[in-house]
């Protein structure tokens, strides 16, 4: 199997992703930005808890926040990953409103040139004022191009407190039983309310913060051997395994960027 060959880019608070990957599957998991997918060669197929989306080369993907997914890379894949924050988009987002996509997948080759057009300007910035106006034309562009709508976004309180005691203690062992008693809920309704809202099982929405928390850390710190046990892994061995499924490295890919 071909060593993947990618790379994480940041612009203040927008990530873009750039990877010829082969045939890798990343586990369920969803991203607090949108998430724009643009496939140079080969095939990217999402599954969504109730959709099936496989997007060809030279075809465009939306995705919006907090949407549950996995996705399947094509063997000798090519594609680039664009994370923007609700903050680019120039109609102002309430905390129980946020705008969603509706028709997420163009093949229109127009609107993917002109796409890629703004994605360079914004690579080719040098300044901090520049990756904003960068990041705001591509907001705008999404919004001129695609049908979107407001949606309600709310979680029921018991599920966000929950969800603030896992973000605060990824660290240790964090049972069923104990956050079901922090959302004073028993465990089976607990796990199901959870999984409604959210989109992802206790387990798996734990997987996911501990390794987006792995991935800042190593970042910010440049280390990786203390951040094995700070993000509740108890071994390097499957620490490596879940972190390289959720971002295609190994977590020293991350040393020094």
Not at 35 to 64: C, H, M, P, S, W
Not at 99 to 124: A, G, P, V
Not at 130 to 135: A, E, F, K, V
Request: aromatic letters at 14%; proline letters at 2%.
């Amino acid at each position: 199997m071909k060593k993947p060959n990618v790379s994480y880019k940041k612009y203040n608070d927008i990530e873009i992703f750039e990877g010829k990957v082969a045939s890798h599957q990343y586990g369920w998991h969803f991203h607090q930005s949108y998430t724009i997918v643009l496939v140079e060669k080969g095939a990217v197929t999402y599954f969504f808890r109730e959709d099936k989306i496989v997007v060809e080369a030279q075809q465009i993907l939306l995705i919006n926040p907090f949407e549950v997914h996995y996705n399947i890379t094509s063997d000798d894949c090519e594609y680039k990953v664009v994370f923007l924050p609700h903050t680019y988009f120039s109609e102002p987002i309430s905390e129980k409103q946020i705008i969603c996509f509706t028709n997420r997948i163009s093949n229109s080759s127009t609107l993917l040139h002109d796409l890629k057009k703004n994605i360079l300007l914004l690579e080719s910035a040098t300044k901090e004022q520049q990756y904003q106006l960068g990041g705001q034309k591509i907001g705008l562009f999404l919004l001129e191009h695609f049908i979107h709508e407001w949606r309600d976004f709310a979680i029921d309180n018991r599920i966000l407190k929950t969800l603030k005691y896992i973000n605060e203690n990824l660290a240790d062992k964090l049972l069923i039983e104990e956050l079901a008693k922090v959302s004073c809920m028993s465990k089976f309704h607990f796990q199901r309310l959870f999984k409604k809202q959210i989109g992802l099982t206790v387990n798996d929405y734990i997987q996911v913060q501990r390794t987006e928390l792995a991935k800042t850390l190593i970042e910010t710190e440049n280390k990786v051997a203390p951040i094995v046990h700070d993000t509740g892994y108890f071994d390097q061995s499957h620490f490596n395994k879940a972190f390289k499924k959720m971002w295609v490295v190994q977590p020293s890919y991350f040393l020094d960027k």
